[in-house]
């Protein structure tokens, strides 16, 4: 099975950018997705993109965040912008049924 790993998650100051990677293990022939989930709140989507690169985001992240892949890397990148304390969460990259680790983004001053 796929496994995918996340990177580049870390401590920001608000209106900061990170930008988090995540690799997959083999070929993933499925849209990919980033979601979060912040301390006491369920997991929530932040961003899709199909193969072929139609993107979708959640209203909260629209006009700060970029989802983009490079399928011949099996990568898929989340550019943040202009960051904010409530972005703050344990983001988790997704294709399918495959979830990676998480990787932590903290937004504080």
């Known amino acids: 099975q796929v496994q995918l790993v996340e990177s580049g998650g870390g401590l920001v100051q608000p209106g900061g950018s990170l930008r988090l990677s995540c690799a997959a293990s083999g070929k993933i022939f499925f849209a990919m997705g980033w979601y979060r989930q912040a301390p006491g709140k369920e997991r929530e989507l932040v961003a899709t993109?199909?193969?072929?690169?139609?993107?979708n985001y959640a209203d909260s992240v629209k006009g700060r965040f970029t989802i983009s892949r490079d399928n011949a890397k099996n990568t898929v990148y989340l550019q943040m912008n202009s960051l904010k304390p409530e972005d703050t969460a344990v983001y988790y990259c997704n294709a399918h049924v495959v979830w990676g680790q998480g990787t932590l983004v903290t937004v504080s001053s």
């Open positions: 993109i199909s193969r072929s690169g139609s993107t």
